[in-house]
C-alpha cells in the first residue's frame, strides 16, 4: 500500500475582465467533466476561486497532493481535456505574467504567489 503525499498548498492570481464577472461564476457552477476530472488526474484537491471585485482579481488556491508539481503542471498544460476551457475561460481573464498568451503558454497564466505564513493546526 503506497503513502499518500502529504501536498503542498498553492494560490495563484490572474485579473478578471469585469465584463466577465457573471459570466465567469456560470461557467464555474458547471465546470465541465474533463476539467474536473484532470484535477483529479493531476493530483489536485481543495481547489477554490475566489474573486476581489476591488482589484479584478481571481485568487485560485489549491493542495497539489502529487510527488513532482513541475512534471504534472506541465502535462497538465499538454492535456487536450483542458483546451477548450481555457479558450472560454481566458478570453475572460487578463494575465499578470509578462507576454503570457494563455492557459497553455509555457510561461503560465496565472501568477504563483508565495507563501508567507501558515498556520495548521
Not at 494560490?11 to 469585469?18: A, E, M, R, S, T
Not at 464555474?28 to 467533466?33: C, L
Not at 484537491?45 to 510527488?67: M, Q, V, W
Request: charge should be negative; proline fraction near 4%; hydrophobic fraction near 30%.
Amino acid at each position: 500500500m503506497s503513502e499518500k503525499h502529504p501536498g503542498k498548498r498553492i494560490c495563484q492570481i490572474v485579473k478578471l475582465k469585469p465584463e466577465y464577472l457573471e459570466e465567469y461564476k456560470e461557467c464555474h457552477k458547471h465546470v465541465w467533466e474533463p476539467v474536473a476530472a484532470n484535477l483529479k488526474k493531476y493530483h489536485i484537491e481543495d481547489y477554490s476561486i475566489h474573486y476581489a471585485p476591488e482589484f479584478d482579481l481571481l485568487i485560485a488556491t489549491f493542495k497539489y497532493t502529487g510527488d513532482d508539481w513541475a512534471k504534472d503542471g506541465e502535462a497538465s498544460r499538454l492535456d487536450e481535456g483542458n483546451f477548450k476551457w481555457w479558450e472560454m475561460t481566458d478570453k475572460m481573464q487578463e494575465t499578470l505574467v509578462p507576454g503570457s498568451t494563455g492557459s497553455r503558454d509555457k510561461s503560465g497564466w496565472w501568477v504563483n504567489l508565495e507563501e508567507v505564513f501558515r498556520y495548521d493546526h
